[in-house]
Each structure stands twice: as structure tokens, then as C-alpha cells.
């Protein structure tokens, strides 16, 4: 018999989301001090002020959020994954095809989606204040190389999902077939 043991990809997926939460704690703390330095209007004055506001404000709290909102929507993906885990796993780790071959597939897409509009959302802020200060490049290759990954695992795990169910129907039908033969030599003996 065929069994999963979901315990050790559950608890990966647990430690992933408190570490996201994590760092979505520290940088709303960051925000927030950005916000307090932003309305500081008694010292900051003048042109020099003006600027460095508009860095805070229009730069750097701008991109601090679009980052807090991909970590939101990576924990909700990673919390539906886990939750769909569970569920397998109290259902006596029957497969559930749907979750592999669609949801699965949907929650990576939904990654590289997510980070691709970050990275894009933060070229935009990058060329805008390019001419004050350069925030360098943001580098999302191992979201994208841990999806490409996971959707490679995911075409394996169909495979052997379609391989076993495939197993599993020939199997029943020679079982079927024999079943036949047992009962019509059974009725030849009478």
C-alpha cells in the first residue's frame, strides 16, 4: 500500500509562514519609522527636507508595502497549501488530483505572478528616483527558481499519480478477468 507521510512538508510549511510573518513585523516596524522621520516637519526643512521626504514618502514606504503585500499573498497560499495537506493527511493520505495537477499549480503561478509585479512596481520607483539615489536591484531568482522547482515536482507527482491509477486499473482488471474465469469454472464443476 501506497502511503504519504505530510507531516515534514506541513512543518516546512508552518516554519515558512511564521518566518514570513516575521519579517512582514519588521518591515511594518521599518514603515512606521519611515512615516514618523516623513512627517518630522520641524526639521525637516527646506529643498534638503523636501527631498528627503519625498524619498520616504514616494520611494521607500511605496516599495516597503508592495513587499508586505506579496509576503500577505505568500502566506495565503502557503496557508491554503497547508491546509489542503491536513486535509489529505486526515483523510488517510487519499490524493486529492484537483489539489496536485490544478490548485497546486495555480498557488506557484500566483508567486511568480506576485513577484513579478514586485519586481516591476520596483523598477518603476527605481527609474523615478534614479536621479537622487540608486536602491540597487531587487533579486527574486530563488522565488523563481524554488517555483520552477516545485512545478517540476508537480508534473513528477502526476505523473506517478496517473502511472498508479493506471496500475491500479489493470490490476483490477485482471483481478476482474479471473474473478470470470474462477466463477464460470465454478459453474462447469456443478
Known sequence: ?????FAEIHDMLGYEIVRRQHYIEALSVAAGAMERIANCEDVLQGQGGDGVRALYVQVKLPAIKKVI???????????????????????????DEEFITHDLKNQVSTINRETRELERGFKQVS?????????GHLNAQNVYQTSGEA???????????ENFE???????????????????AKGGIR
Do not use: G, P
Not at 489542503?84 to 493527511?89: G, P, V
Not at 512545478?151 to 499519480?161: E, G, N, P, V
Not at 493506471?166 to 464460470?184: G, K
Open 69 to 95: 503585500d506579496f509576503n500577505h499573498t505568500y502566506i495565503e497560499v502557503l496557508s491554503r497549501a497547508q491546509y489542503r495537506l491536513a486535509d489529505l493527511d486526515n483523510n488517510n493520505a487519499l490524493w
Open 127 to 135: 527609474l523615478f528616483v534614479s536621479d537622487l539615489v540608486s536602491l
Open 151 to 161: 512545478r517540476d515536482r508537480i508534473k513528477k507527482l502526476s505523473t506517478l499519480m
Open 1 to 5: 500500500m501506497l502511503t504519504f507521510d
Open 166 to 184: 493506471s496500475t491500479v486499473c489493470s490490476l483490477n482488471a485482471v483481478l476482474r478477468d479471473r474473478l470470470h474465469s474462477a466463477r464460470a
